[in-house]
């Protein structure tokens, strides 16, 4: 192992012409040079003021927040945490960070004072690149305490226009099998993880998802999910866009009744949801007058897609519809435009690369049968071969193979077919939660005992989180037992994102044991998970 994968691989992925020179930092200086006058980017400003990009701007205005960072010490190597909302600064700053051979965190607007001390320390940032305001949330004062905090980061709000002025620079040199940018996991563990993402592998599969889904100068892709998740950032993306000439409309707000008129007066061809996005816009489609006749492909992924909302896309919205299953740690699987129409409603697609391997184990590590469910683990030209700060043997086996937590069927074709997970997370909506993230904090409370936190069935989010309080026994009990809002509460002002704050509180005197001694967590969480789903039922009937 001399780079982020072994020698051997390497040497293979590059044989194949998989791994190429290219690199982020001469990205887009090079699509400026392709497609000059073409328009690169549509969408409204940190003011909320209407902007847009041809490749030739956006390349200037990256090549100036470039300056911008250089002259505010930020150097080649160095991390920065990114948090910003879907505005065309979060593409030239971005670009810009990329330009000066900078390493780009991403983070989430959705990410408060934890999760941002946590991802800066990680990372060993330099700086937090953000915007005064975020949904009316005050980025600013968030960043300055994560500074405080931590000490030796700087803050830029590109409010303050750190960005509009200065000299141009260079593209940086960097080696295109050198860390391009860390990228969040969804996490099971107590605090995420960051991935590292090279250059060479991400826009291997920036190319390849550009060509499955046929993008060209033609594509009108708008960006309504956060563009910092790997889904609309890569899959294919603002940077599969971005490679293949087309324009990013970059939109601050998935409802219909928003994304409808800018998909209209943008003449859109292509978008990305999660699920409950989907279902959101087919629900609202026949109240809407909004012209969508230029919408030729949605991208469904995230979470699973049910087969039956799946149907109603093509009939419903007038446009193809493609399921993308990926993970941020590589692995990205897409049904294909020439599939057959069940298997595009049924499965969450096939791999992008030959060389992706994927095996489907039992629960002691033998292969099953096509058709039948079995553990995912992945390795190939895209995929990590460790998290930052190395290997975890919970993760990798000794082949470098990445166990993703999910539990697949795999059909001849190839096609993948989630069935579940087996890995202590719930998937809200795309939105992952690490269960023992948010037990931490919940221990944390004087009255909690003990707390876990499983997914409950929601029909619109597909899962929701409920949390079990194992709180003291008797009437009188001291502390004081906390109410559900009061611990909702809690969890909030500890800092962490608002959709991990749990949505439901049970308070529980004793927890499930099997009389053999205590059970493991994992066997707690799906009692657990058992004993909730019991209750959501009888509260239907
Ligand atoms: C995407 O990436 P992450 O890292 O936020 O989450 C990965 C996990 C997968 O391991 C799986 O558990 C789940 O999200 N997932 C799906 C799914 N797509 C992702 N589960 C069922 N059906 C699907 N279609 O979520 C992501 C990254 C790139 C492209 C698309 C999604």
């Known amino acids: 192992m001399t780079g982020y994968f072994p020698t051997e691989f390497a040497e293979r992925y590059r044989a194949l012409g998989y791994w190429t020179g290219e690199t982020f930092a001469a ?59 879907n505005t065309v600064e979060y593409v030239t700053v971005l670009f810009g960070l990329f330009r000066i051979g900078a390493v780009p965190v991403f983070a989430l607007p959705a990410h408060r004072r934890s999760e941002l001390v946590h991802f800066a320390r990680m990372s060993g940032a330099k700086a937090l690149v953000t915007a005064a305001e975020i949904a009316r949330f005050d980025h600013r004062a968030l960043a300055q305490g994560v500074a405080a905090e931590i ?50 592998d991400y826009l291997y599969s920036v190319r390849e998802s550009a060509r499955i889904c046929g993008l060209g100068p033609g594509t009108r892709f708008l960006v309504v999910l956060p563009a910092a998740h790997n889904f609309p950032m890569s899959s294919p993306g603002i940077l599969g866009v971005l490679w293949a ?34 279902m959101l816009w087919l629900q609202a489609r026949p109240g809407s007058s909004a ?99 190395g290997v975890d043997a919970a993760s990798f086996d000794a082949e470098g193979y990445y166990r993703t937590g999910d539990i697949v069927r795999r059909l001849p074709s190839g096609h993948l077919v989630v069935e579940g997970r087996a890995k202590d997370q719930i998937n809200r909506g795309g939105e992952k939660i690490a269960a023992e993230e948010v037990e931490n904090h919940l221990v944390a409370h004087p009255a909690v005992i003990d707390a876990a936190v499983v997914a409950v069935a929601d029909e619109f989010l597909g899962e929701r989180t409920c949390a079990v309080i194992l709180v003291a026994p008797g009437e009188v009990a001291e502390p004081p037992r906390p109410t559900a809002p ?56």
């Open 291 to 389: 012209d969508l006749s230029s919408l030729a492909l949605l991208q469904v992924g995230g979470a699973k897609f049910p087969a039956e909302a799946a149907r109603r896309v093509e009939p419903e919205l007038g446009c193809r519809l493609q399921q993308v299953f990926g993970m941020a740690e590589g692995l990205v699987n897409y049904t294909r435009d020439d599939d057959p129409e069940d298997l595009v409603l049924g499965t969450q697609g096939r791999p992008i690369s030959p060389d992706d391997e994927v095996r489907v184990l039992d629960d002691d590590g033998a292969p099953v049968p096509d058709g039948e469910p079995g553990h995912l683990w992945t390795r190939g030209p895209y995929t990590i071969r460790g998290y930052l700060g």
């Open 486 to 541: 009061e611990l909702k509460k809690f969890v909030r002002e500890r800092g962490v994102a608002e959709y991990k704050v749990p949505d439901r509180v049970e308070l529980v005197e004793r927890f499930p044991t099997t009389g053999v001694g205590k059970i493991s967590r994992r066997e707690l969480r799906r009692a657990l998970a058992e004993l909730v789903a019991g209750r959501n039922n009888e509260e239907k009937r």
């Open 245 to 278: 000439g087309g324009t990013v409309v970059l939109g601050t707000d998935p409802a219909p009744h928003k994304a409808f008129p800018l998909i209209e007066a943008e003449r859109v061809t292509m978008t990305s949801l999660v699920p409950p996005l989907a």
């Open 151 to 200: 000490g030796g980061v700087a803050v830029f709000v590109v409010d303050d226009e750190p960005f509009v002025d200065g000299d141009d620079t260079e593209p940086a040199v960097v080696a295109p099998e050198s860390l391009a940018f860390l990228q969040l996991s969804g996490g099971t563990t107590g605090v995420p993880k960051l991935i590292p993402r090279t250059h060479a």
């Open 27 to 85: 990205f887009l200086p090079e699509a400026a040079r392709r497609f000059g006058d073409a328009e690169a980017l549509v969408g409204e400003d940190h003011r909320g003021a209407p902007s847009r990009m041809t490749y030739r701007e956006l390349d200037r205005a990256a090549a100036v927040a470039a300056a911008g960072l250089r002259d505010n010490g930020i150097g080649a190597g160095e991390r920065v945490v990114l948090q910003l909302p």
